[in-house]
């Protein structure tokens, strides 16, 4: 048994065949899912679909990326649907210093208050950093008393110590599965396990065998056989140690 700790099942990609989904995800051993948000019209549906399916557990944030759809408000939302929701994390929040447009003064504005609420509540956070792994490390570090993870991380070795020392675990799914993404592939390989999280990504970041197609949580099994390989560990170890890191993580009942 497995655990996707960051897949957007609630995402339209998914409305035609959402259950079948899910079925094929229990059917290889993925058990349970993290489902984080990515703005506030998205946490209703997230929600609902949280309380209608077993072992999918909410995430309530506000991406980076989709700064144009957040106003100072939301922030506010965001504060009583914690105290009221009792989500699993803070999420999905960060920076993305790759996607031109993209406001970084604004950006770290709803970034801090994310980390300040996750902090209040004694919540996880869940971090989206592109080209801003070294930001991230600051602003845990200066709020302090933060957990979390990074997920589908693409920093260096040394950025992943300070993360881990921190408190933060690393999130890794389809990239890992590229042969060319070495300076990956060598972290996987030799990282500490108890700082590992498996992620699909879902609908994005197919794995190397997927490309090009819509990505969902029954990929995770070749996540893992790739981890396997690279630690030269037993498929089962790699799932064993990572659904426990995300029920130490975020909480959750024992799959």
């Not at 048994?1 to 989904?21: G, K, Q, T, Y």
């Not at 950006?107 to 792994?133: C, D, M, N, S």
């Not at 037993?234 to 990572?242: C, K, S």
């Amino acid at each position: 048994m497995s655990i996707d700790s960051h897949c957007h099942l609630d995402v339209d990609a998914f409305d035609a065949d959402r259950d079948a989904v899910l079925a094929r995800a229990r059917a290889v051993g993925v058990r349970a899912q993290i489902v984080p948000a990515i703005t506030m019209a998205s946490w209703p549906g997230i929600r609902a679909l949280c309380q209608r399916e077993a072992g999918l557990f909410p995430a309530f944030g506000l991406h980076p990326m989709y700064l144009a759809a957040h106003e100072p408000e939301h922030l506010h939302e965001l504060e009583r649907w914690l105290e009221r929701e009792k989500p699993v994390a803070v999420g999905e929040c960060g920076l993305d210093f790759f996607v031109d447009g993209l406001d970084p003064d604004l950006q770290r504005r709803y970034f801090t208050r994310q980390l300040e609420l996750a902090k209040a509540f004694g919540l996880p956070v869940i971090v989206h950093a592109r080209r801003a792994v070294e930001e991230v490390i600051a602003s845990v570090r200066r709020i302090g008393g933060l957990r979390g993870v990074v997920h589908s991380y693409s920093g260096s070795a040394e950025q992943a110590r300070q993360l881990w020392n921190l408190g933060f675990m690393l999130g890794f799914g389809g990239p890992v599965t590229y042969p060319r993404a070495q300076r990956l592939r060598r972290l996987v390989a030799s990282m500490p396990i108890e700082h590992l999280l498996l992620e699909t990504d879902a609908p994005d970041q197919p794995d190397a065998d997927w490309r090009g197609q819509r990505n969902e949580p029954a990929r995770l099994p070749r996540i893992i056989d790739t981890m396997a390989e690279l630690r030269n560990a037993p498929a089962q170890a790699i799932a064993d140690a990572t659904r426990a890191n995300a029920e130490r993580l975020f909480k959750l009942p024992p799959t």
